[in-house]
């Protein structure tokens, strides 16, 4: 397959000598030249003024805020502009906010570190006194005698409340049996 057409090619800078391509170059170059100041602004935040006329008087123009803004600030770079106070201000009310939001954040870091040492104790706690087993099978010997009785009376109780729950279905069984 053969190509038939240039494709992209550098462009000697001089003047387009056709009028037709003349007012399409600029058609093109302009719009890229917006795009490129859109980057520029958009990336650094940039006040810009563009003014550009075409050949048969058409001004073409992209600013950022506004052409009325850059121009004064243009024509007296000393002297503040409403928007320079909005901007101190929003840059004030920025920090302000970072320094709360610091704040809260290391009130809650200190919390979480306060909770972790809290289940550390209580784990800490639970194989210290093995609080994790089962009542039945705490050692005797850490007991008092009142404990002790305790847990006699409350097997005895479990004995008894077994046998008569495997007596009664034995009845049952022998019941349906019958």
């Known amino acids: 397959m053969v190509k038939t057409t240039k494709g ?8 387009v000598e056709n009028e037709e391509d003349r007012m399409i170059t600029f058609s093109k170059r302009r719009s890229g030249i917006f795009k490129k ?26 600013s950022h805020p506004s052409m009325e803004v850059v121009a004064n600030r243009f024509t007296n770079p000393k002297r503040q502009t409403p928007r320079d106070n909005a ?11 970072i320094e709360e939001l610091s704040e809260t954040y290391e ?17 800490d706690l639970v194989e210290e006194k093995k609080l ?3 009542w039945w099978k705490t050692p005797i010997e850490g007991m008092n ?8 009376d409350t097997f005895v109780e479990l004995h008894d ?9 034995l009845r049952l069984a022998s019941d349906d049996s019958a």
Do not use: W
């Open 8 to 15: 992209k090619q550098k462009i000697d800078m001089k003047k």
């Open 37 to 62: 100041i859109n980057e520029l602004v958009t990336s650094c935040d940039a006040e810009v003024g563009f003014l550009v006329f075409s050949q048969v008087g058409t001004p073409f123009t992209f």
């Open 87 to 97: 901007q101190i201000v929003g840059e004030a009310y920025r920090k302000q906010r």
């Open 107 to 123: 009130k809650l870091a200190e919390e979480v570190e306060e909770e972790k040492e809290k289940q550390k104790a209580l784990e």
């Open 132 to 134: 994790d087993t089962f």
């Open 145 to 152: 005698e009142d404990d002790r009785t305790l847990v006699h």
């Open 161 to 169: 409340g077994l046998c008569d729950l495997l007596a009664e279905r």
